[in-house]
């Protein structure tokens, strides 16, 4: 081969150039946030939980970027412009002006519901645009009709499940804009909803910063009493209070670490709301204690869903107060059961356990009251709860239409564990009574315990929280074989039962395992008709 020697150097040079190119790629990556990285498996549609992310350049991000909004996590997406959707990573939204978006609540927020939800996978889609004025927001405004766009296009993949929305700064600075903002966001979120097809769509708004400037936003007080006021003004709505958090110097925008606390204040405030939706297919909802009159304690934290180890069924945690949601008959003088879902006393199991048992109790001419006990780990307060309960529905017998002769309680794992407490601790109350309503028999008219829990103590004898003494009532007891944790306690009660005289049933099936509510696919899914069989011949039909 012959030697160039003008080749070669050019040949060098060439070489010189790509080496010094690669070494300015791996650096530039190093200090500039990557692309998001596609997402590969793609998750049930049912299992998808999606939110809007919608307002200004405090949602759109204006805090640093740090390393932790950097961290992606499989269950945590965010859905691009052209509706595809990729792992998440700050900043969420595209730059729209001369300002680049950083850290907004929206990756926070996703990670605080995942904690409520560990199985689920969580959807962002981004709309914020900085500097936008509420009446690009309203109906018929372009950012408008974009984020509807959006909507409807990321519902074709997952569920849409709420909308964070942060706004205000931009309608501070006029009297007139300050003024009418509350209507004008009133009127934006119920188009929104009705546009979309869904009226009860849960929206948190966020309150504006405290730090804002006076002299460049004189009206921004009238604003945050604004958004004070939209959940009064709005039915499903909630608030993201900003008391404390801190802005990055510029008195405007909120910085990367209040930002992040914001976000887990939006997802506060969206299960509190998720909450309260799951309990308004009840016909009423009501209190069991007067005010600052509540037995005992209640949680340390806000109320709000957790879905730990499964995704079939909605179970609320942290109640401090406790409630009776009523499923009535539609019968005169028809008997009632208050229901006592189970959740090992860490949360109620609302709906499996709940709201789906009152619906077919009605559906058999029976009225239902689902009782929402205190949890995680308060059993003197949830048994107070449930001898309170029986009382007050006692008390209720007329308004609600039903026998005050025929009120029973149903209970499933922990819940059947506060009904068999109940239907033989009923001879002194476990509190000081309060008002006239504990003037009331607490005592349950008759009893169904499905696979119920903790009815064996630790050394494999019947737990001594029972008292065997008491005049118990007519008890059916459902369990199956297969429930290994817990169907020896139902074996013990049931001879128990025999041996005081205690008129009482026990269904032992083969299959079942355990939590399956009306949802068995082993030879417990007889448990139904069986009750209703039992109900029958004990006369409470």
């Known amino acids: 081969m012959c030697f160039h020697p003008k080749r070669s150097q050019m040949f060098l040079l060439s070489v010189a150039f790509l080496c010094a190119a690669a070494i300015l790629q791996q650096v530039f990556a190093a200090t500039v946030p990557t692309a998001p990285v596609a997402v590969v498996q793609f998750p049930p549609k049912n299992q998808f939980h999606i939110y809007l992310l919608m307002g200004q350049s405090n949602m759109a991000g204006r805090g640093g970027i740090t390393p932790w909004s950097q961290e992606t996590n499989p269950q945590i997406l965010a859905m691009t412009p052209d509706g595809h959707w990729v792992l998440a990573r700050d900043p969420l939204h595209e730059q729209t002006g001369r300002t680049q978006p950083g850290v907004g609540p929206g ?53 849409l499940s709420g909308i964070l929305w942060h706004q205000g700064e931009s309608d501070s600075s006029g009297k007139a804009d300050a003024e009418t ?8 979120i119920r188009d929104f909803r009705q546009d979309l097809g869904q009226p009860n769509l849960p929206v948190v708004v966020g309150q504006l910063g405290t730090f804002l400037n006076p002299q460049k936003l004189p009206y921004a007080e009238i604003v945050r009493t604004a958004l004070l006021r939209i959940p009064e003004d709005v039915p499903h709505t909630g608030i993201a209070d900003s008391a404390g958090l801190a802005d990055k110097g510029d008195h405007l925008h909120f910085n990367s670490d209040s930002q992040r606390e914001l976000g887990v204040r939006y997802a506060r405030a969206m299960l509190q709301l998720q909450v309260a939706a799951l309990m308004n297919s009840a016909a009423l909802t009501v209190d069991l204690w007067p005010e600052g009159k509540m037995p005992g304690h209640g949680a340390d ?16 945690t942290n109640v401090s107060c406790p409630t009776l949601s009523l499923y009535p008959a539609q019968k005169e003088n028809a008997p009632l059961m208050i229901v006592c879902p189970g959740g090992g006393y860490n949360y109620v199991v609302f709906d499996k356990e709940g709201s789906d048992i009152a619906a077919w109790l009605n559906s058999n001419g029976i009225s239902a009251a689902v009782l929402k006990y205190r949890t995680p780990n308060n059993r003197d307060g949830a048994f107070q709860d449930t001898q309170r309960a029986i009382s007050l529905a006692r008390s209720r017998a007329a308004a609600w239409k039903i026998d005050p002769s025929r009120i029973g309680i149903i209970g499933f794992s922990a819940g059947g564990n506060l009904a068999a407490k109940a239907s033989s601790l009923f001879d002194s109350r476990d509190y000081a009574p309060v008002d006239s309503i504990d003037g009331l028999s607490c005592r349950p008219d008759f009893v169904v315990l499905v696979y119920p829990a903790y009815l064996e103590d630790r050394n494999g004898r019947l737990s001594p929280d029972l008292n065997l003494r008491a005049k118990i009532p007519p008890t059916l007891i459902v369990h199956n074989e297969d429930d290994k944790t817990f169907v020896n306690g139902s074996k013990l009660y049931h001879a128990a039962l025999d041996e005081a005289g205690v008129p009482n049933e026990f269904k032992l099936y083969t299959t079942g395992g355990h939590g399956y509510g009306l949802r068995c696919t082993g030879t417990a899914k007889a448990w139904p008709g069986d009750a209703l069989d039992w109900m029958r011949k004990n006369g409470l039909l």
Not at 118 to 129: E, F, R, T
Not at 181 to 188: I, K
Request: proline share 6%.
């Open 301 to 316: 934290a806000p109320e709000m869903l957790r879905t730990p180890e499964r995704t079939d069924a909605r179970r609320i």
């Open 107 to 159: 990756h926070s927020f996703a990670q605080a519901m995942l904690q409520a939800d560990p199985n689920g996978v969580i959807g962002l889609v981004p709309c914020a645009v900085g500097g936008s004025p509420l009446r690009r927001w309203i109906k018929g405004g372009d950012l408008y009709q974009h984020a509807l766009g959006q909507a409807r296009l990321a519902r074709q993949t997952g569920i």
């Open 181 to 188: 903002y509350e209507s004008r966001l009133a009127g934006m």
